[in-house]
């Protein structure tokens, strides 16, 4: 939790430096599956089970509707090079 806050800090300082009114972020349906079983493992009531907002405030999210295969499937589609964290794949830390 503490390493997602200092994410979206650094994020919010770098929006203030540019200039921009909204932060686009990453987030697609594999995310959103990933944070619902997990908060539902945890024991999380039906509010806890919400998932991740599209937007929330000036935090958007516009992939949300999307797979993670979708979008990399786009990419490699269209010859856009993209970088996948192999610590994503890692079950040492729940997320």
Do not use: W
């Not at 939790?1 to 594999?30: D, K, P």
């Not at 998932?51 to 979708?70: A, D, K, N, Y």
């Not at 610590?87 to 729940?94: A, F, G, I, P, Q």
Request: proline share 4%.
């Amino acid at each position: 939790e503490a390493a997602r806050e200092l994410r979206y800090q650094r994020f919010e300082e770098i929006a203030a430096r540019i200039g921009a009114h909204r932060i686009a972020l990453g987030h697609n349906l594999n995310d959103q599956a990933e944070t619902f079983m997990m908060r539902l493992l945890r024991g999380s009531g039906p509010g806890g089970l919400t998932g991740i907002p599209p937007v929330r405030g000036h935090i958007i999210r516009p992939l949300m509707c999307l797979s993670r295969e979708q979008i990399e499937g786009y990419l490699e589609q269209e010859g856009i090079a993209f970088v996948v964290d192999s610590s994503n794949e890692k079950d040492v830390y729940l997320r």
